[in-house]
T-cell receptor, first 113, second 113 residues
């Protein structure tokens, strides 16, 4: 298994509070990604990183920011959480030897009340 | 604008028979397609991929077929086993450094004994 961990695994918070989710990899991969999974939508890309301090927006980036100060860590921040951000968040790294594909972390279930 | 669509939310198949999961896409710029399998409370796991220049790729019990003219791909699982019960996501991507996967909504496959 690829060495990807996410913390926390579960979080309940209130509307308006800041939240930071952490993704940690031990594979030294250059590319890291944050997705959210919602019923009826599959997984949607929030932000991605192509190196330390290099990040870019994905499909659903509004309300989210990211930071990558070290190769192994990619942080996702909700500056002021809203109920629409209740979701399961997955971090991923690429890539698979010899082809495309991403390894995913175990996910963080976030509930915003 | 759903670039990747899985129109069947669920599929039920008898153990030992063939499972066929379908996926349609609209973005002609994708140059790779991937299938992921997801169990509850876990991250998606890569299953198999296919390049847009091929029409078939096989890996053990899993075969993916690509019909570019119809913008359609399918995943065949033969024979189906109880452990195959999971949610399956198809995804498309253009491999250009970062792989920004675009996922379908997912199909829940249930294998009945």
């Amino acid at each position: 298994d690829a060495g990807i961990t996410q913390s926390p695994r579960h979080k309940v918070t209130e509307t308006g509070t800041p939240v930071t989710l952490r993704c940690h990899q031990t594979e030294n991969h250059r590319y890291m990604y944050w997705y959210r999974q919602d019923p009826g939508h599959g997984l949607r890309l929030i932000h991605y990183s192509y190196g330390v301090k290099d990040t870019d927006k994905g499909e659903v980036s509004d309300g989210y920011s990211v930071s990558r100060s070290k190769t192994e860590d990619f942080l996702l921040t909700l500056e002021s959480a809203t109920s629409s951000q209740t979701s399961v968040y997955f971090c991923a790294i690429s890539g698979l030897a010899g082809g495309p594909g991403q390894f995913f972390g175990p996910g963080t279930r976030l509930t915003v009340l | 604008d759903q670039q990747v669509k899985q129109n069947s939310p669920s599929l039920s198949v008898q153990e030992g028979r063939i499972s066929i999961l379908n996926c349609d896409y609209t973005n002609s710029m994708f140059d790779y397609f991937l299938w992921y399998k997801k169990y509850p409370a876990e991250g998606p796991t890569f299953l198999i991929s296919i390049s847009s220049i091929k029409d078939k790729n096989e890996d053990g019990r899993f075969t993916v077929f690509l019909n570019k003219s119809a913008k359609h791909l399918s995943l065949h699982i033969v024979p189906s086993q109880p452990g195959d019960s999971a949610v399956y996501f198809c995804a498309g991507t253009k491999v250009q450094g970062a792989q920004k996967l675009v996922f379908g909504q997912g199909t829940r496959l249930t294998i009945n004994p």
